[in-house]
C-alpha cells in the first residue's frame, strides 16, 4: 500500500531520508521520480547520513553513479537523467552492482519498466512550500512496514 509523507523543510526531507535508511537491506532498488528541485538528492543525502555515510552527497548527473563503501550498507547513488535509453540503463547492471547494498536511482520513472518486479518508487510533487512524498511499494516492498516512516 502506498503511503504519502508530507515535510514541510529541508530538514524534515532529510530527516525522513535518515528514517528511510533504517529500511533498507542489501539488494535494495528505489526509484526517486519527480521535477528538478523536488528534493530527490537531498531525501539520497539523509539516507546516506543514516548509513553511516560521512561524505557529502551530490547529484551524480555527469558521472550517473557514485558508490559509498563506508557506511553499514553500501549505497550506489544513480542518476539517469542524461542517459539515452533504456538499453543504457541496462548496460549500467546496477542491481547487480548493488547486490550487496542498496541503489536510489533518481530520475527512476524514465527506466520504469527495467526496474526488478521487486522495488520502491519514491515520488517527490512539491505542494507550495511542502514536498509530499510518495512511497509506492512493488514486490516484496509491499511486505515491509513504510508505516513505520510516518
Known amino acids: 500500500m502506498a503511503i504519502d509523507i508530507r515535510t514541510s523543510s529541508p530538514d524534515e526531507t532529510l530527516l525522513l531520508g535518515r528514517r528511510f535508511a ?5 539488494g ?5 521520480a519527480g ?3 523536488a ?5 539520497v543525502s539523509g539516507v546516506a547520513n543514516g548509513l553511516g555515510i560521512a561524505a557529502r552527497i551530490t547529484s551524480p548527473t555527469f558521472l550517473i553513479e557514485k558508490v ?16 539515452g535509453s533504456v538499453g543504457e540503463f541496462e548496460d549500467l547492471e546496477l542491481a547487480d552492482e ?7 536511482i533518481e530520475w527512476g520513472d524514465a527506466i520504469a519498466d527495467s526496474l526488478p518486479p521487486d522495488h520502491l518508487v519514491i515520488r ?8 509530499v512524498i510518495s512511497f509506492e511499494p512493488h514486490g516484496r516492498w509491499s511486505e515491509r512496514d513504510l508505516g513505520a516512516l510516518a
Do not use: N, Q
Open 98 to 104: 548493488g547486490a550487496d547494498g542498496a541503489v536510489l
Open 22 to 26: 533504517a529500511l533498507l537491506t542489501a
Open 68 to 83: 559509498y563503501r563506508d557506511g553499514f550498507l553500501p549505497l550506489i547513488h544513480a542518476d539517469v537523467y542524461r542517459l
Open 35 to 37: 521535477r528538478l528541485g
Open 39 to 43: 528534493g530527490k538528492t537531498l531525501f
Open 28 to 32: 535494495d532498488i528505489v526509484a526517486l
Open 124 to 131: 517527490f510533487e512539491i505542494d507550495g512550500d511542502d514536498r
